[in-house]
Nanobody, 130 residues
Framework: QVRLVETGGGSVPAGGSLRLSCVVS????????MGWFRQTPGKEREGVAG???????AYADSVKGRFTLSRDNIKNTLYLQMNNLSSEDTAMYYC????????????????????????WGQGTQVTVSS
């Protein structure tokens, strides 16, 4: 059974930083695209950052230069370092793993989340105060 457990959310002032972690179990960790999506009330869940099995990354334009995604294949853990946070980054953040192989992160982030075959974590809240 695939399980994704996120930690690291919280409340920070604008300009602050947070690091989200996601431990993945029950999955062939190194072979699939994974990353983070986020959602605010009343909106579609949107792709934030993705990484493929070779370590190639992709980011939403809104977070480029501020967020860094990495994965530790030994610890089965995914990390999202978020710097220079703004109130627009306030959202529930979800760790996700694609159920399909050979998915390009750029394509994955651009798709409607409802159309993706993803495994999802339970979410962790990030709140940035201005």
């Amino acid at each position: 059974q695939v399980r994704l457990v996120e930690t690291g959310g919280g409340s920070v002032p604008a300009g602050g930083s947070l690091r989200l972690s996601c431990v993945v179990s029950g999955y062939t960790y190194s072979s699939y695209c994974m990353g983070w999506f986020r959602q605010t009330p009343g909106k579609e869940r949107e792709g934030v950052a993705g990484i493929d099995e070779e370590g190639s990354t992709a980011y939403a334009d809104s977070v480029k230069g501020r967020f860094t995604l990495s994965r530790d294949n030994i610890k089965n853990t995914l990390y999202l370092q978020m710097n220079n946070l703004s109130s627009e980054d306030t959202a529930m953040y979800y760790c996700a793993v694609s159920a399909d192989r050979f998915v390009a992160p750029e394509w994955w982030l651009e798709q409607p989340s409802s159309a993706l075959s993803n495994y999802w974590g339970q979410g962790t809240q990030v709140t940035v105060s201005s």
